[in-house]
């Protein structure tokens, strides 16, 4: 049962994913609205993926990968997030992140691409 920790400011972005996440009954959730509070709930459990979208107000995306990944962190790191592939999605894969999924395009395909990705950490 992967145990998956969800990162993202918008609550109703939290709920439609973690919804959908869960369709699957070997997927358990974790939801949190900071950087701040993912690095304290990683600390506490070992997630084997951790899904974080880029754009957060006083801990980003970029900031929050390489924080885990200085404390040791070796969970799957999924970007989950609503920005094009600049500059900060770059950032984000050369800072640790595994994988980048551009949100807001085809709802059924892209939490078809989530549950793939999920699966293969298996």
Do not use: W
Request: with cysteine; charged share 30%; hydrophobic share 35%.
């Amino acid at each position: 049962m992967p145990e998956i920790l969800l990162v993202d400011d918008d609550p109703d972005i939290l709920d439609i994913i973690r919804l959908n996440l869960e369709v699957d009954p070997g997927n358990r959730v974790d939801v949190c609205q900071s950087g701040q509070e993912a690095i304290r709930l990683a600390r506490e459990k070992n997630y084997k993926v951790i899904i974080t979208d880029i754009r957060m107000p006083i801990m980003n995306g970029i900031e929050l990968i390489k924080e885990l990944r200085a404390m040791g962190c070796d969970s799957i790191v999924i970007v989950y997030s609503g920005q094009g592939m600049g500059s900060d999605i770059r950032e984000a894969l050369n800072s640790g992140a595994d994988y980048y999924l551009r949100r807001g395009g085809d709802p059924d395909k892209e939490f078809s691409e989530l549950h793939r990705i999920i699966r293969k950490t298996h």
